[in-house]
């Protein structure tokens, strides 16, 4: 999730975008952030009452998010040495760039039989 703030509105849609596509999970791993815990605290309240009762387990634990990290550990070594970004839209193309060029290091990107230049601006609009 990139956002240019930490807000509690911006958390609480993000889970329930993520709840709606996939499903109630059991477990949530989030970092320290204030906003994540509230939103998720939320969506526990609204469920509470609405869904079926079933709570989602919050997990705050450092390491269990160094998966993750390790993962983008390749974007924030390629964007140290830059001088930061002036505008939001700006970096979140940049670093959906890098994304996509690691993810066809890594073999994660399916091409198409489509030429290159139209399934690059199908991902470009998705991911931006």
Do not use: W
């Not at 609405?50 to 924030?76: A, C, P, S, W």
């Not at 230049?117 to 931006?128: E, G, W």
């Amino acid at each position: 999730m990139l956002s240019e703030r930490r807000k509690l509105a911006a958390a609480r849609r993000f889970f329930k975008k993520a709840i709606a596509t996939n499903g109630i999970p059991e477990k949530v791993v989030i970092d320290k952030s204030a906003a994540n815990l509230a939103g998720l605290q939320a969506i526990n309240t609204i469920m509470k009452f609405t869904e079926t009762g079933v709570m989602i387990e919050n997990r705050q634990i450092k390491y269990l998010n160094n998966i993750l990290e390790q993962d983008h550990r390749f974007i924030k070594r390629i964007t140290k040495h830059m001088l930061g970004f002036k505008a939001f839209h700006s970096a979140a193309a940049i670093i959906a760039g890098i994304e996509v060029a690691h993810m066809i290091r890594k073999n994660q990107f399916a091409m198409t039989t489509a030429p290159h230049f139209k399934s690059l601006r199908h991902l470009q609009h998705n991911c931006v």
